[in-house]
């Protein structure tokens, strides 16, 4: 059975970094597209990136682009989200997401991905 537990979120000034990963259980995390998804309050699931499997890249949101950097450590079957420059409109529950075959013009989709996490909170202070 597939599982992802999403490292504990904090707290942190407008300007700082946080570092997010996402554990596997279940199989490679090699064999999965995994990606991040957030929600702010009062506002819908939103797409912030992901890296497809098997080596077929990653992709970011327009919004986080040259700021989050998504990575995979296969020996620790985790995907890493590092987020830098944060800003108080990064503040949400930040979701990991993990799905078999998923079509590139359909990443961004939440329905794509069929496993998810707990989701786990980022606030950004001003």
């Known amino acids: 059975q597939v599982r992802l537990v999403e490292s504990e979120g904090g707290l942190v000034q407008a300007g700082g970094s946080l570092r997010l990963s996402c554990a596997v259980s279940?199989?490679?995390?090699?064999?999965?597209?995994v990606a991040w998804f957030r929600q702010a309050p009062g506002k819908e699931r939103e797409f912030v990136s992901c890296?497809?499997?098997?080596?077929?890249?990653?992709y970011y949101a327009d919004s986080v682009k040259g700021r989050f950097t998504i990575s995979r450590e296969s020996a620790k079957n985790t995907v890493t989200l590092q987020m830098n420059s944060l800003t108080p409109e990064d503040t949400a529950v930040y979701y990991c997401a993990a799905g078999d075959s998923i079509i590139l013009s359909s990443i961004a989709g939440g329905q794509s991905y069929a496993y998810w996490g707990q989701g786990t909170q980022v606030t950004v202070s001003s």
């Open positions: 890296m497809r499997r098997f080596g077929g890249g990653s």
């Open positions: 279940g199989r490679s995390v090699n064999t999965y597209t």
